[in-house]
């Protein structure tokens, strides 16, 4: 079977901090505060007042008729904005869409709010009489709400916008869906599947609802954010020589990947190490060969000390204890976009050869030590993928 060279370009980034990675970039060094309050939301988040939001898209941002915004969620439109993001530089080089552009989506559970008691206890009663039901449900229920709840919306709104029409799949709902989008949507250019492919991921709203969906699972008090991180694999060969037309910036390519499963806590660490093994190996390079460490973001502390624990194990012989860098400062934590946002946070470093370092509060900047970045992303049910990001020698 031909295989084709993949490399990584075109990322698009919708945080609390701007809707570039350079602005995340900066927002990290500077150490800006951006969160907002949340007031707007049905309640506050437990034990917070405020929360990593960014505004929710208008028709006008999204190039699309006003009706989209009343059959789509908040999740569908961040979505589809990371997905103009990203397009907006392969656009101004030719033309976009076609039965040879795939997408992969990453995308959280649906967590709009549910019918009240009190509707349905009156919809109940009201069961008998289907004119007084219609009514109820006239004044009840939201229009297109059937719609709204799927998540297969921010799918068709992306492929019907930009014309993506080749292979695709959706990966729901933990942050692994985000590198699980990653790693098929490079496998789909690699193998011929599709001539490029757009990989994005999408964080849950946040509401209160969503406490009650991650409060079983553990939640060990991390604040929630708002996002959407998108980027196009293609096929080295048909892009330009050089810097990717509205990046400035030369692209990477995807040099190797792990998955694992951990079934319970005392599994979790040795599938970390699983997965990095697994990566590293496919990445023809070891631990001293990886510059940069980006985590997931945990949700529960069981998966911050498994992950904190196998990346010990797997480093513990690197003559540089490479960096451990999160953007949660900046973004909170964005459950599936979390470590695609990650990973078009490493293709920002390795393009200028740099990286972020956490210095107790702090964050600096300072030279990449090796082209090579390390992403991973922690399942909360058991879940690893990991990736290594290789740039150009510097």
């Not at 695609?340 to 293709?347: D, F, G, K, P, S």
């Amino acid at each position: 079977m031909t295989t084709h060279d993949v490399r990584l370009t075109a990322p698009g980034l919708l945080t609390a901090a701007g809707t570039d990675p350079g602005d995340l970039w900066e927002a990290l060094v500077a150490g800006k505060d951006t969160r907002r309050p949340t007031e707007a939301l049905a309640g506050p988040w437990p034990e917070f007042d405020t929360a990593y939001l960014v505004d929710d898209p208008d028709a006008a941002t999204l190039g699309v008729h006003r009706r989209v915004l009343r059959t789509s969620e908040k999740q569908a439109r961040m979505a589809l904005q990371g997905a103009r993001l990203a397009l907006a530089g392969p656009a101004e080089r030719g033309p976009v869409g076609g039965p040879g552009w795939g997408l992969y989506l990453g995308l959280p559970t649906v967590d709009e709010e549910l019918l009240r008691f009190g509707a349905l206890d009156r919809l109940q009663k009201a069961a008998g009489s289907p004119a007084e039901v219609a009514a109820l449900y006239g004044r009840e229920v939201p229009p297109f709400s059937g719609l709204s709840h799927l998540n297969s919306t921010a799918a068709a709104h992306i492929s019907a916008v930009f014309g993506l029409t080749g292979a695709m799949a959706a990966y729901s709902p933990f942050s692994d869906a985000g590198l699980a989008a990653l790693i098929d949507g490079a496998l789909s250019v690699a193998e011929g599947e599709n001539e490029a492919a757009l990989v994005g991921a999408v964080s849950p709203k946040v509401h209160p609802l969503l406490f009650a969906q991650y409060e079983e699972l553990g939640w060990n008090g991390a604040v929630p954010g708002e996002g959407a991180a998108f980027l196009l694999a293609e096929r080295a060969a048909d892009g330009p020589v050089g810097p990717v037309a509205g990046s400035g910036a030369p692209g990477a390519r995807l040099a190797g990947y792990g998955r694992a499963f951990g079934a319970g806590p005392q599994d979790r660490a040795e599938a970390v190490v699983e997965a990095v093994h697994a990566a590293l190996e496919t990445a023809g390079t070891d631990a001293a060969g990886i510059g940069w460490v980006l985590p997931d973001a945990a949700w529960t502390a069981d998966g911050a000390r498994a992950q904190d624990a196998a990346l010990d194990r797997v480093f513990a012989g690197a003559a540089d204890r490479t960096a451990r860098f999160t953007s949660e400062p900046a973004t909170g934590v964005l459950g599936p976009a979390h470590p695609l946002a990650h990973a078009v946070l490493a293709l920002h470093g390795l393009a200028a050869g740099r990286r972020l370092v956490a210095d107790g509060d702090a964050v600096r900047e300072e030279a990449l030590p090796a082209p090579r970045a390390l992403v991973l992303a922690c399942g909360a049910r058991g879940q690893v993928c990991a990736v290594v990001l290789e740039g150009a020698e510097k």
